[in-house]
């Protein structure tokens, strides 16, 4: 049953991971703070969300959460889980930080496979990813947990930009197939990764989800027939993890 939902989450992806760009002119610097009106605009959408849905719909999230994938994610403001999903409440476990990665939120990856025994471990990297922009920088001047955080993303330098988000996506995905070595050999896990591409730096079309990653297959012919190198992977999970080497110490 689990591979017949994982199967259905990963197409609904492919198939449903354009999201068109909104017109919206987006302001190059952020508008003076107004804290009164931010409240007032959260409860009004909040308001209308929850007047949107029947109140068996939050009896139902109240019995519990039944999610079929663990979904990490950068904390980028311009990357949200509508843009995943039609309806993620229930179905997607969220864990975000800066450069969407494994190691500075291990624990909350960890109840997702293994308390919630979700089948699917999917890491999204992101057009202009700010993290990525600052490991190919000098980012020595930062507080130190924000030194700690970007010490792990380990792309070379030479990589920038789309590059490096992929490459960084690559790496995370590496990592948890190694943590979850067992996982994978049994057939219980997934790991998938991709890249939202709001800006179109793929060329593949604005605000589209591009799986770039399944178990560390990265070839894109491969990858256009996910289901069936799904259901050909061997049981033992012995598909070697794809790592980028690691930047260098300037």
Do not use: W
Not at 72 to 78: G, I
Not at 81 to 105: H, Y
């Amino acid at each position: 049953m689990k591979h017949v939902f994982l199967s259905a989450f990963v197409f609904a992806l492919l198939s449903a991971g354009v999201v068109h760009a909104r017109n919206d002119a987006i302001p190059e610097t952020s508008p003076a703070p107004n804290v009164a009106g931010f409240i007032k605009s959260i409860q009004s959408d909040n308001t209308s969300y929850y007047t949107a849905h029947k109140s068996e719909f939050f009896l139902q999230l109240a019995k519990g959460q039944y999610p079929s994938a663990t979904v990490v994610s950068c904390s980028d403001s311009r990357v949200q889980s509508n843009m995943l999903s039609a309806d993620p409440e229930g179905k997607l476990f969220m864990v975000r930080n800066i450069g969407n990665q494994l190691a500075t939120t291990e624990g909350s990856v960890e109840y997702g496979v293994h308390h919630l025994h979700t089948p699917v471990l999917m890491f999204i990297g992101h057009s202009r990813c700010g993290a990525i922009s600052a490991v190919n920088g000098d980012y020595s001047k930062e507080a130190p947990a924000i030194k700690r955080e970007l010490d792990n993303i380990t792309i070379g330098k030479e990589l920038s930009g789309i590059e490096g988000v992929s490459a960084n996506v690559h790496n995370q995905v590496a990592a948890a197939m190694l943590k979850f070595a067992d996982e994978l050999k049994e057939g219980k896990l997934t790991v998938i990764g991709a890249v939202l591409d709001f800006a179109d730096d793929l060329h593949q079309g604005a605000g589209k989800l591009n799986i770039i990653n399944v178990n560390g297959e990265t070839d894109a012919k491969k990858l256009e027939e996910v289901e069936k190198l799904i259901s050909a992977a061997k049981p033992s999970g012995s598909r070697k993890p794809k790592k980028i080497p690691a930047k260098k110490n300037d």
